[in-house]
Nanobody, 120 residues
Framework: QVQLVESGGGLVQAGGSLRLSCAAS????????MGWYRQAPGKQRETIAR???????YYADSVKARFTISRDNAKNTVYLQMNSLKPEDTAVYYC??????????????WGKGTLVTVSS
């Protein structure tokens, strides 16, 4: 019913910036909370940032002051602006969405992911 498509990943030098986008389609009106997760090679998937329908945000400590999550409800799109990228940010980044306005009950929809590689 809902499809999430990420874009904006790629190869970047340490200290550089990237902007990820995630567009929701289908029954997007049912989406409230949205967010970004990432999974580095050999590591568990982790939460990076979340945003509620009203714009309240959450960031993992590892990306605070460097990443910014935002959304355009009219376009059913969520963004992740990533600045001052570090090699440890290298991972597949996944867009996520939930019918509820939080992720306490889990993620309802996942994107396929977009690879971000940060070279040292």
């Amino acid at each position: 019913q809902v499809q999430l498509v990420e874009s904006g990943g790629g190869l970047v030098q340490a200290g550089g910036s990237l902007r990820l986008s995630c567009a929701a389609s289908g029954s997007a009106f049912s989406i409230n909370a949205m967010g970004w997760y990432r999974q580095a090679p050999g590591k568990q998937r982790e939460t990076i940032a979340r945003i509620t329908s009203s714009g309240r945000t959450y960031y993992a400590d590892s990306v605070k002051a460097r990443f910014t999550i935002s959304r355009d409800n009219a376009k059913n799109t969520v963004y992740l602006q990533m600045n001052s990228l570090k090699p440890e940010d290298t991972a597949v980044y996944y867009c996520a969405a939930a019918r509820r306005d939080h992720f306490y009950a889990g993620v309802d929809y996942w994107g396929k992911g977009t690879l971000v590689t940060v070279s040292s």
